[in-house]
């Protein structure tokens, strides 16, 4: 199945900042629609009541340098 991107953005926030958009992707999700948006782009997407919920804490290790990363993921799949 051929993905399709409908939006993404990537930025650099503090632990504050990321709080509070967590906080209102809740509320959002808990209404049933999502608003997302960014400086240039927006999206609407309508989420069911019962959708699959997923989260995914990654660590990745360079094998060149050793240097660690680490990826915490939250993901919400469903079907239309």
């Known amino acids: 199945m051929p993905e399709e991107v409908l939006f993404k ?3 650099v926030r503090s632990r504050t900042e990321i ?3 967590l906080v ?3 509320e959002q999700i ?3 629609t999502v608003k997302l948006d960014s400086p ?3 999206y609407r997407a309508e989420v069911p ?3 699959r919920f997923e989260v995914e804490l990654e660590r ?3 094998s060149e340098t050793g240097e660690q ?3 915490l993921e939250y993901e919400i799949r469903w079907t239309e």
Request: zero cysteines; a negative charge; hydrophobic letters at 25%.
């Open 30 to 32: 808990e209404d049933g």
């Open 9 to 11: 953005t990537e930025e």
């Open 24 to 26: 209102e992707a809740a």
């Open 40 to 42: 240039t782009d927006d």
């Open 49 to 51: 009541y019962e959708a």
């Open 69 to 71: 990363r680490y990826e």
């Open 60 to 62: 990745l290790t360079d």
């Open 19 to 21: 709080a509070d958009a």
